[in-house]
Structures are given as C-alpha cells and as structure tokens.
C-alpha cells in the first residue's frame, strides 16, 4: 500500500524560500519517477517538478529556474527547494508517482504573501 506524507509548507512572503519533503512508502519510490503536484483554490491539480528514477528532472514552465526538485533514494523522500515563491505559487502541493497513483497524502499548504 502507497502512503504519501508530505510536509514543510508554511506561509511566506514574495521572494521568500521553502523546502518540501515527502516520504514515500511502498514500493512506488523505488520503481517509478516521482513528482510535485500543486492545486490552487478553484483549479485543477498540477504537475509542477519531476524526478526519474535516477537524477533527470523536469519542470513546468511556470516554475522553471525557481523551484528544484531532488530525491534522496535511501531515505525514500523526494524534496522541492522552492525559490523566489510568488504568490501565484500560493497551494496545497503534493506528491506522487508520474503517472500519479490513485493514493494521494494530505498535501501541505504553501502561501505566498504579496
């Protein structure tokens, strides 16, 4: 059974930092790409950062250059740096398989003050 738990959201101002951190159990860390997926208020979920089972990453265009995403295998966790947050970055992020899984943690909360 997939069990995602993220954490490390919080509430930030323009130009601010934070990291996320998700630990992942089950055998989905170990046999597929993970990601970060965001949903804001009134939109749907998407997928902002991924990481393939080795190190190539891709990102959406909206956060590329400010966000990074990175896993640590033998910890099972995959973080997001994210840098010079803006308040449109204000959401619940997430984090998944590429293709996501049906299983989905409780998110965490990331706002972005102007």
């Known amino acids: 059974q997939v069990q995602l738990v993220e954490s490390g959201g919080g509430l930030v101002q323009a130009g601010g930092s934070l990291r996320l951190s998700c630990v992942a159990s089950?055998?989905?860390?170990?046999?597929?790409?993970m990601g970060w997926y965001r949903q804001a208020p009134g939109k749907q979920r998407e997928l902002v950062a991924e990481?393939?089972?080795?190190?190539?990453?891709n990102y959406a265009d909206s956060v590329k250059g400010r966000f990074s995403i990175s896993r640590a295998n033998a910890k099972r966790t995959v973080y997001l740096q994210m840098n010079r947050l803006q308040p449109e970055d204000t959401a619940v992020y997430y984090c998944?398989?590429?293709?996501?899984?049906?299983?989905w943690g409780q998110g965490t909360q990331v706002t972005v003050s102007s």
């Open positions: 990481i393939a089972t080795g190190t190539r990453t």
């Open positions: 998944n398989a590429v293709p996501p899984s049906p299983s």
């Open positions: 089950g055998s989905i860390f170990s046999t597929a790409g």
